[in-house]
């Protein structure tokens, strides 16, 4: 299983263009990679998925170089409610676990 | 998008009693169903995976027998916790896989807490 590594935590303020950047080093050809947001005490929400370069969803974009050894999920203009935790996961599609990591807790202020 | 509900949200119970939470995916079929639990300002920890019609695969450290796990249709998974204690006290959160696709879909979560 690809093990993942993002930043601990980040900052922004409300309008701006938030990137969150994630290495998985061992990403295997099959594995794809999905991004989730989770408020306190709420289960983790998808927010976007890809295998590969560039792939845009009504919330964000995800962007894959073409070796796959990281992702980063940009979210465009953020807001006070973007505030949460944004896990990075990568899966092998034909088995079943997602192993979260630490996740980035983003802090948006007004 | 997918929806996946759990209940109850949130239970409060004894010490030395059995608890079960219910996990549903509501508009797909799932093959799999995955249980995780979360200490507060924690990652999620992932304690089981739940294929229907057979039996859970725990990974290593959570005890089969204190967490229970059934996953008797397509729709539900079930989670229970045997002989609880205070130390199980956590949030439980349920994931299910479409039975066609990559995308794993959670449920809102169930606080428990064990007095």
């Known amino acids: 299983l690809a093990k993942t590594t993002q930043p601990i935590s980040m900052d922004s303020y409300e309008g701006q263009e938030v990137n969150i950047t994630c290495s998985h080093n061992n990403i295997a050809t099959n594995d794809y990679i999905t991004w989730y947001q989770q408020f306190p005490s709420q289960g983790p929400r998808f927010i976007i998925q890809?295998?590969?370069t560039k792939v845009t969803n009504e919330v964000a974009s995800l962007f894959i170089p073409a070796d796959r050894k990281s992702s980063t999920l940009s979210l465009p203009r953020v807001s006070l409610s973007d505030t949460a935790v944004y896990y990075c996961?990568?899966?092998?599609?034909?088995?079943?676990?997602?192993?979260f990591g630490t996740g980035t807790r983003l802090q948006v202020f007004p | 998008g997918a929806v996946v509900s759990q209940h109850p949200s949130r239970v409060i119970c004894k010490s030395g009693t059995s608890v079960k939470i219910e996990c549903r995916s509501l508009?797909?079929?799932?093959?799999?169903m995955f249980w995780y639990r979360q200490f507060p300002k924690q990652s999620l920890m992932l304690m089981a995976t739940s294929n229907e019609g057979s039996k859970a695969t725990y990974e290593q450290g959570v005890e089969k027998d204190k967490f229970l796990i059934n996953h008797a249709s397509l729709t539900l998974s079930t989670l229970t916790v045997t002989s609880a204690h205070p130390e199980d006290s956590s949030f439980y959160i349920c994931s299910a896989r479409r039975r066609a696709g990559n995308t794993i879909y959670f449920g809102e979560g169930s606080w428990l807490t064990v007095v």
């Open positions: 508009d797909f079929q799932a093959t799999t």
């Open positions: 890809g295998y590969k």
């Open positions: 996961l990568v899966g092998v599609y034909n088995t079943d676990k997602l192993i």
